[in-house]
Structure formats: C-alpha cells, structure tokens
C-alpha cells in the first residue's frame, strides 16, 4: 500500500456530508476510513474509483460498514474493468456523472436522489449488480447484521440456540 | 456393484433425469430386477462437497444453461434468464428441496369438477384418485422417511417456527405445526438425524433430508443393475419407422454425442426440459415433436401461486438457525371460493441468508429504506407462500426461435402469465402472511415476489383421453407406448401442495406399471 500523500487537513476537506469519508491522492489511490484503508486502482484513476465508492455506499447506506467493503466492491470492479474497455469506459461515464452533479457534497437525502435519475443507466446498474452480491455476501458484513454464516462446521445449531427465542408470549 | 451397460443394447430402460421422479424410478425399477441406464445432465457432487455458502453452492449445481422468458409474470422482468430454480446434478433438484412432502387433498385431483369452468383456465380431472394414490403415497413417505407419518415424530420447531406458531395461534388458526419434512428428526435408513444446520437449499450436508443421491441412486446401483451416467445430456430421443422410441442421443461432459439404445425411455428433466427435449425430437414422422398429437407438449406450464412475507420484530428471532421450512399453517389450503378465488394455498417458514436476502428480498430494490430492511435481518422472520395454480394453455414452454445451446438445439422459452385466480389468491396470502407476523408484534412486513420457479408443473399432462394431454394414469405417453414421463410435468393441475411427494409416489407407480408390461412383453 502506498503512503498518503494528503495531510489531515486535505483529508477533512474531502469528508463528504453523507459520511463517506473518502478520499483520493494520487493518480490511482483511494484512501478512506480516516486512512485506515487504502487502495490502488489499475484502469480507473484514483478520483473515479473514490466517486464510485460513494456511489457504492449511497445505493446501500450502511453507517455502520466502513469504506472498505464498499471499496473492496469497486476494486473488483476496477480489475474487471482492466480486461474490459466497453465496462471501463460505462463506469467512466457513471463517475463523470455524478462528478458533474458535485455527488460528494451532497447529503444522503440529495444522493439518493442523484441515483434515482440515473437508476436505468447502465453504470448505475453495473455497480449496484456487483454490490448486492459484494457487499452482502462478505463475511465481515454478515457479523454487523448479526448473520452467523456456516453452520454445519459447528455441528449446526441443535445444540447452539436454534429454538431460543424467549420474548414470545406464547409459542 | 454399479452395472456398466454397452450402447448397443436395447433391453435397457434408459431414464432421462436423475431427481425426485427419475432416481426414485430408476431405483425401483432396478430392485425388480430391470435394467436401467440413467442420464444426468449435470455432475455428480456428493455431500461433502457441499458447502453452506448460499452463491458458491447456487454456482456449483443450479441448472443456468440459456433460457428465455416472456409474459407479464415478475419473474420475467426480475430474472429475465432464470426462469427457473433448479438443480442440474445427479440428484437433481431433491439436492437443494426444502423437504416438504405433503399429500394432495381429494378434491385436488379432481378440480374441474369442484371448481367449475373458470375462464381462461384449461382446467381438467385427474385421471387418478387420491384413493388410488394412497398406496403409493404411503410407500413414498415410508421410502423418504416423512415426519408426521409411519411413526415418525415431527421435527422440533426453530425460532422461525415458533414465531409462526404464536401468530398463527393469536389469529386463530388451528392446523400448524412443523410439518411433514422427509428430514429424519431420528436416524432412519442408514442416514442420521437432523442437526438444524440451516442451509436446507445448499445441500444437506448431515444427509439427514432425503435426497435420490444419497439414497434411490446407490441403493439402484447396489443392485447391479442401473449405470449412472452423470454429465450426460440428452439431446434427442430416436424412434423406428412403427413409432416405438429407440434410443437416446446425449452428449457426454466432453461433447461427444452417443446413442444409448433403449426398450423404454422415461423423460424426467423437469417441465422445462422434459417439454423441450420432445419438442427437440421432432421428426419427419413426429413435426410437431413426440407424443404431441394433442398439442398439448409443453403447455399448462404451472409453477404455483407463491410469494414470501418477511417480518421485522424489535428483537432478535434469527430465523437462518435450523431447518428451513419445518413450520406450515394449513388452514388456508381448503377450497373455500368465498375467498374470490379458488383453490387453497400453505404457508411454511422460510429463511434466507443474508446474501440470498440481498438479492430476492425486492429483487432491484436499493436505497436506504432497503439498507434498512437489510439492517432488521436478524430480528426477521419469513414464510413462503405456496398455492394452486390456474393451468392455462398460453402458458407455454416452446423453443425459441433463433437462440441455440451449446449443442446448437433451440432454448426453451418459459411464457407465463398469472391468471386472475392466480392474483386474487396471492393477494389475501400476503394479507394474511402479514397478519400472522403483525398478531405477534411485526413492525414492518415485506410483500416478497415471487422467487424463480422451484415447482415447475403439468408441461406433459395426464389426462383419461389422448386429445385433453400427453399421458395416461401411468405416465406413459398417449402416442407412444415406450415412451414416458416421469416428473412433475405429468401433473394435471397442480395443487396447494409441495409437489415432490407426488411425484415419487407416481414413480413408485410408475415402475410397477412399467415391469409388469415388460414382463407381459407389452412394451
């Protein structure tokens, strides 16, 4: 990972009103997280990837998840988009879009109504394809929403609480 | 030891599908004694190459050769090319069923006279009773182990269950409980009991939920006297110049085609494939397909009334622990018109996964008050809707007319439109789905649509005359006296219920039939 090039002061000023504190240095790096994260991108430049991730995030507001799944989603998307010039050039057009429309300095209300206009387009719904599988098929985010995920390795659940419910009147 | 059969002989009963009608057949058929050849088109996965991984295992076994689809149904729009959800492995979809398996009521097999004329619904009788069906509906359950029947205790209730229940009670239903599942609640035939894994639909990796893999398929092979030949997918079945079928033309997992000589063929893909693979077999002899002199080849195409009701509680219920649809609230299933529909409809419990739930909850959906919902799931609850279904002429399995697979044959296309009856019945289901949670303290409840098919129905119809359908009481065709069908596309009409029980008590039946005429030298 490569070192951020941006002070704290720089990497306040990208803080967006929704919350989604990305930001970008350098040609082809997104920071977020308050630096905890970063990554590098290979088609996409750095500003284009990080408008994605906010896109990413405003089509599934999660508070609670940190950048990095939505990131991790529009890395994958960013190296299908290496081998794919007709998908690079879409998601091109999607982040120019919501570029032109100042997408970061918008709150959640103000962004989901960006989205809203654009929800039949083609990047739209490329990026909200990849992150209903990426987002909610990553372990990380199934702890958060309290899904335990396999079972069977743990002999299920006979002996682990499948018949706990105790706020029932009558059951 | 597994027998090994050569291409060229023409004694073998070659059965075209390996799930609950095909394995179940193949099996009995091979425990009298008679010789069988089973084509699978997809692999053979065993259990311990199952995985509790919702996408990793829908990748690994579902059934997502091209299809297309047309009609107003929200499949159509939500799924475009995944008309249906089914399995393509030895085993078939009895890898990934719930394991419901519940008998059809006795006005059900006769609905055209209980129910009447109802426009645009190509409504016909049975050919068969339930009290013909008994027999075979007690072999079948004793064969599959069905809680609720022969003794056999019920499954204890999950949390998603007991949330049912208590709701169920307050609105004053009478008839719930955790079902009649062909899981072992006690070891049964070799296989353990149920350990509540969860991931019902992602293979059963304890073995205790009755599937053709673990059980008819190497019971038949322990015989000596069926092969199994997995990645095989027929593509064509030949007859002679009287009208007898022949053989089977497949294609094995490297593309090399082969005929499989045959004395009888029995088709069980399923009601997409099975139409199809008629329709494929058209000949000089045959235009408009095999055993299709009625026209009837894959019309009434039925995948019952469903939809699912999710629940949001102020407090955890984790309803992904334990067994997937062990709940069902019967009360509903009844004929009773006064509802302004006819037929009757189950509700059982559900549960999906979070990455499942992502993706069926509202299929499309985005935005914050889905992230919402997403953030209730652990304090959801669910049930899927199931009911009868109008069969309707227009709704069709046909072969498309420009699309090919990859052996160059037409693709299906899957036309549906839901019949008004279809609409009005899931309508007071989401009503009373709702009212259920809603008794016990639900905050929010969701409307889900329907899922792609899992109960795919009445494509090769049974009918008492060769004009009205495709077979007769046994499943064999009206044309073609060696030719039969042997899945859930055999239905006249589909019922309330699960289907799979049906099924393998019409394959037990069928197999009788079956050797006996071969002893007879009839087929």
């Known amino acids: ?171 | 030891m597994a027998a090994k059969f050569e291409l060229n002989d023409d004694s073998v009963v070659v059965v075209i599908g390996s799930g609950a009608g095909g394995g179940t057949l193949s099996n009995e058929l091979a425990q009298k004694g008679v010789k069988v050849v089973l084509l699978e088109a997809g692999g053979r996965h065993e259990i311990e190459d199952f995985s509790n991984d919702e996408w990793g295992m829908f990748s690994q076994i579902s059934w997502l050769d091209k299809r297309t689809t047309s009609g107003s149904w929200r499949v159509a729009k939500d799924f475009s090319g995944l008309p249906a959800w089914i399995v393509k492995a030895v085993g078939g979809s009895t890898v990934h069923w719930a394991g419901a398996s519940l008998r059809f009521q006795e006005h059900e097999f006769r609905v055209k006279s209980a129910y009447g004329d109802i426009a645009g619904a190509n409504l016909l009788d049975w050919p068969i009773s339930l009290a013909e069906m008994e027999p075979y509906y007690d072999r079948a359950e004793d064969k599959m182990g069905v809680t609720g029947t022969h003794g056999i205790p019920r499954l204890p209730g999950n949390n998603n269950f007991r949330v049912l229940a208590a709701g169920a009670k307050k609105l004053g239903y009478k008839d719930f409980h955790t079902g009649n599942m062909a899981i072992n609640s006690q070891p049964r035939d070799g296989r353990g009991a149920c350990q509540q894994i969860g991931f019902c639909f992602q293979g059963c990796k304890s073995g205790a939920k009755w599937s053709t893999l673990y059980t008819e398929i190497p019971k038949g092979e322990t015989t000596g006297n069926m092969e199994v030949r997995p990645s095989s997918q027929a593509l064509q079945i030949q007859h002679n110049d009287s009208g007898k079928v022949t053989g089977v033309l497949y294609a094995d997992k490297d593309g090399n085609q082969h005929v499989q000589k045959a004395r009888v063929v029995a088709v069980a893909g399923n009601s997409i494939e099975s139409p199809r693979l008629l329709l494929n077999s058209a000949s000089a002899k045959f235009p408009d397909g095999l055993a299709n002199s009625s026209g009837q080849v894959g019309r009434n195409y039925m995948r019952h009334m469903t939809g699912s009701v999710y629940a949001i509680f102020d407090k955890p219920v984790h309803m992904h622990r334990g067994t997937t649809m062990a709940g069902i609230i019967k009360d509903e299933a009844e004929n009773k018109p006064e509802r302004g529909f006819v037929g009757g409809y189950e509700m059982e419990t559900l549960s999906l996964g979070v990455p499942f739930m992502a993706a069926f909850l509202d299929p499309g959906a985005w935005g914050r008050d889905f992230s919402s919902a997403m953030e209730g799931y652990a304090n959801m609850a669910g049930m899927w809707l199931v009911g009868e279904d109008m069969p309707q002429e227009k709704n069709a399995i046909t072969l498309h007319a420009t699309e090919k697979d990859q052996y160059g044959l037409p693709v299906p296309n899957v036309h549906f439109d839901d019949h008004p009856n279809d609409i009005a019945m899931r309508e007071h289901a989401y009503k009373q789905g709702s009212a259920v949670y809603e008794a016990v303290g639900a905050v929010q409840t969701f409307r889900t649509p329907p899922y792609p098919s899992t109960h795919n129905l009445g494509t090769n119809r049974m009918s008492g005359k060769a004009s009205d359908g495709v077979v007769n009481k046994h499943g064999q065709t009206h044309d073609i006296a060696n030719l039969f069908i042997s899945d859930g596309s055999q239905f006249t009409t589909g019922a309330a219920e699960n289907p799979t029980l049906t099924i393998v008590a019409l394959a037990i039946r069928q197999a009788d039939y079956i050797a006996d005429k071969m002893g007879k030298n009839e087929i």
Request: hydrophobic share 45%; with cysteine; proline share 3%.
């Open chain 1, 1 to 171: 990972m490569a070192k951020s090039v941006m002070g704290r002061r720089a990497f306040l000023a990208t803080t967006s009103a929704a919350g989604a504190m990305v930001l970008v240095a350098g040609g082809n790096l997104v920071i977020g997280g308050n630096g905890a994260w970063a990554m590098s991108t290979k088609a996409l430049t750095g500003d284009e990837a990080a408008m994605l991730v906010r896109m990413a995030r405003a089509t599934y507001p999660h508070a609670m998840l940190d950048d990095s799944i939505y990131g991790k989603v529009i890395h994958g998307l960013d190296e299908k988009a290496s081998a794919d010039p007709a998908l690079l050039r879409s998601l091109q057009e999607g982040a120019a879009a919501l570029k032109e429309k100042k997408f970061e300095t918008l709150d959640a209300a103000g962004q989901e109504a960006v989205l809203k206009d654009i929800e039949g387009s083609a990047p739209f719904q490329t990026v909200r394809g990849e992150c209903v599988v990426g987002i909610y098929n990553n372990p990380d985010v199934w702890k958060v929403l309290g899904y335990e995920g396999p079972s069977a390795e743990l002999g299920g659940y006979i002996n682990r609480g499948f018949d706990d419910i105790d706020w029932l009147q009558d059951a």
